[in-house]
């Protein structure tokens, strides 16, 4: 049985030092949940609490109704998979997977049977026979998840699995995981450093730093609205820009050097803001901007370009001085020149924008 967790006003402390500060999340019912940030933000930390390994130094873990702070790691049920596979290397494939069903007071028939449904699911049936130094690290890792998986449990959790994998068995083994999450519909929790990982499996993403989550949602809305420039940085790439917003009658217009915005229609500020001009940061992503000559929209200068096939990247400097990265479809331009002259203006609905500091996302949308 899959669960929902709560987790409330959870804190982590070393001796002195707080690394999760009253933290709070759901995470729902046979969700694929994943943990993204930089190295040191807590992610480990964090899982290995819900897992019984770490002490807590506040609040509560749930697992539904039931709090989990004191019950022991066996006894919560839960799977595990770790980036180093931890399979054990003098039993083969079937008895590695048979090893957590065997404590459990299972018939011999019913343990054969449940560890052959496993093997079909992570497809690795034509192995179940074989050492684990006979495999390779893909197949391992699939032992690791078979292992987790077949005892039901109610929570899965994942720290890292893919990162002792070449990158293209990344790519498939990323797949294969979220598949067979799909296919069992374990709560799953999933923890990574790597942004397009954690965009191609999870249904809900939490970005953390500093044992802080800066903004939890699906990966579109991560992606396409970033709660602050932490986030729009560290997912995908963007170039954030310095300009300035002034009041209109009909709502905001945004300055860029020399340049401005059409006006702006759903710009949120606060109040004490909405009637004057304030500095902000603009977040845009490079294939989000579109190039013309016409002369109208942010005036800039090509730098440098590089072919990528599909796409052309360049490199140019606005008026201001600052270099921004564009990425264009190959086959609508012609490859410019450095040098050349160009106009910039961003597609309507992409503009992200940011107060001075870079914390508070005042939305907006309207033409570049
Ligand atoms: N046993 C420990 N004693 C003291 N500090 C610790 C301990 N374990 C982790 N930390 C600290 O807690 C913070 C969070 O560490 P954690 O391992 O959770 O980060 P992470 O986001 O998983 O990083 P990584 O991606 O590098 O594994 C770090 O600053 C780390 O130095």
Redesign the pocket.
């Given at each position: 049985m899959s669960v929902t967790i709560f987790i409330k006003d959870l804190v982590?402390k070393?001796?002195d030092?707080t690394?999760?500060p009253e933290l709070s999340l759901e995470i729902k019912k046979g969700e694929f949940f994943t943990?993204l940030?930089?190295?040191?933000?807590?992610?480990?930390?964090?899982?290995?609490m819900i897992a019984g390994f770490?002490s807590i130094e506040g609040g509560t873990i749930q697992f539904n109704d039931r709090v989990i702070n004191q019950v022991e790691p066996g006894k919560r049920n839960i799977g595990m998979v770790f980036q180093s596979y931890a399979i054990f290397p003098h039993l083969t494939v079937k008895g590695n997977i048979a090893f957590g069903l065997e404590n459990r007071r299972l018939s011999k028939a019913e343990i054969a049977s449940k560890v052959d449904d496993i093997l079909k699911v992570v497809q690795i049936e034509q192995y179940k026979d074989r050492m684990p130094k006979n495999l390779s690290g893909g197949q391992q890792q699939r032992v690791a998840l078979a292992r987790a998986i077949v005892i039901r449990p109610d929570v899965l959790l994942m720290?890292?699995p893919l990162s002792n994998l070449d990158a293209k068995l990344r790519v498939d083994m990323r797949n294969a995981i979220k598949d067979i999450q799909r296919e069992v519909g374990i709560t799953t929790v999933y923890?990574t450093?790597d942004q397009e990982e954690a965009m191609a499996v999870s249904d809900r993403i939490a970005v953390?730093k500093s044992?802080v989550i800066q903004h939890l949602g699906t990966p579109q809305e991560i992606y396409q609205r970033p709660a602050n420039v932490f986030v729009a940085t560290f997912i995908g790439r963007t170039n954030i820009i310095e300009g300035s917003l002034t009041p209109e009658a009909g709502g905001h217009r945004l300055h860029i050097g020399q340049s401005y915005s059409e006006e702006l229609s759903n710009i949120q500020l606060p109040k004490s803001h909405a009637q004057k001009a304030i500095n902000v940061q603009i977040s845009v992503r490079p294939e989000e901007f579109v190039m013309t000559e016409d002369q109208t929209g942010l005036k800039a200068t090509i730098v440098h370009s590089v072919f990528l096939g599909q796409n052309t990247h360049y490199f140019v400097d606005l008026e201001s001085g600052q270099r921004v990265e564009i990425t264009q479809e190959s086959k609508t331009t012609q490859i410019l020149d450095p040098g050349h002259t160009i106009y910039l203006k961003v597609k309507k609905d992409k503009i992200n924008v940011y107060d001075a500091e870079g914390e508070l996302n005042y939305t907006g949308s309207g033409q570049l």
């Open positions: 982590k070393y001796d030092t690394v999760i943990l940030g930089p190295s040191g933000c807590g992610k480990t930390t964090l899982l290995r770490n720290d890292e923890v450093h953390m044992g």
